[in-house]
């Protein structure tokens, strides 16, 4: 699966952005997705996840209310819709897919990686 994950930019804190992850090769809907973040100095560290069939997702504590995560198989993408942004938000975003979604919580349990893209909040 090649992942090319797009919709970052700079935003102030409380705005919107919509991050998107088109995905082709093999086929998408087969794959657990999820959405990691990695800010300067930091590891990456998992945001969210969504089921094959999108009917679960996961959400890390410090997102729950703010960001979701939604699939358009149709489409062969993933979403990641952040709302009421914070300046500790910024980070590069990356998407992932995962054969297992009881593995999209791990970085190390994700199979196919797509390049990142930079979102800054600033305050």
């Known amino acids: 699966v090649q992942l090319q994950a797009s919709g970052g930019g700079l935003v102030q804190a409380g705005g919107s952005l919509r991050l998107s992850c088109a995905a082709s090769g093999r086929t998408f809907s087969y794959y657990a997705m999820g959405w990691f973040r990695q800010a300067p100095g930091k590891e990456r560290e998992f945001v969210a996840a969504?089921?094959?069939?999108?009917?679960?997702?996961n959400y890390e504590d410090s997102v729950k209310g703010r960001f979701t995560i939604s699939r358009d198989n149709a489409k062969n993408t993933v979403y990641l819709q952040m709302n009421s942004l914070k300046p500790e938000d910024t980070a590069v975003y990356y998407c992932a897919a995962a054969s297992n979604y009881y593995t999209t919580y791990d970085v190390g349990g994700m199979d196919y990686w797509g390049k990142g893209t930079l979102v800054t909040v600033s305050s």
């Open positions: 969504i089921t094959y069939s999108g009917r679960v997702t």
